[in-house]
């Protein structure tokens, strides 16, 4: 089992940059498959981007987003720059057990997630 606490929300001009963190408590962080999910107010929660021994990204974040992990520090980390208004959400990271899923489904383990506001 692992327990997910998300930071580094905020709130941020649109085209200001952002770094949330997921740091991860639990046995065997490195063997579990990593993900960002997001929701905006009433709308579905979304894929943001995965990482495995690689990286998946949705297409409305590709070339602005990046995903990596430190498994020495049992902490995921989602690189958010070029920020737009749209991507204003609770950004919520995820563990798993299939590696690069776009899938909520896949995810056993959420954080409590983090606000991103993005202003225009």
């Known amino acids: 089992q692992v327990q997910l606490v998300e930071s580094g929300g905020g709130l941020v001009q649109a085209g200001g940059s952002l770094r949330l963190s997921c740091a991860a408590s639990?046995?065997?962080?490195?063997?579990?498959?990593l993900g960002w999910f997001r929701q905006a107010p009433g709308k579905e929660r979304e894929f943001v981007a995965a990482?495995?021994?690689?990286?998946y990204y949705a297409s409305s974040v590709k070339g602005r987003f990046s995903i990596s992990r430190d498994n020495a520090k049992n902490t995921m980390y989602l690189q958010m720059n070029s920020l737009k208004p749209e991507d204003t959400a609770v950004y919520y990271c995820?563990?798993?057990?299939?590696?690069?899923?776009?899938?909520?489904?896949?995810?056993?383990?959420w954080g409590q997630g983090t606000q991103v506001t993005v202003s225009s």
């Open positions: 990482i495995s021994s690689s990286t």
């Open positions: 639990g046995r065997a962080f490195s063997s579990y498959a």
């Open positions: 995820a563990a798993g057990s299939t590696y690069g899923s776009t899938w909520k489904r896949d995810y056993n383990y």
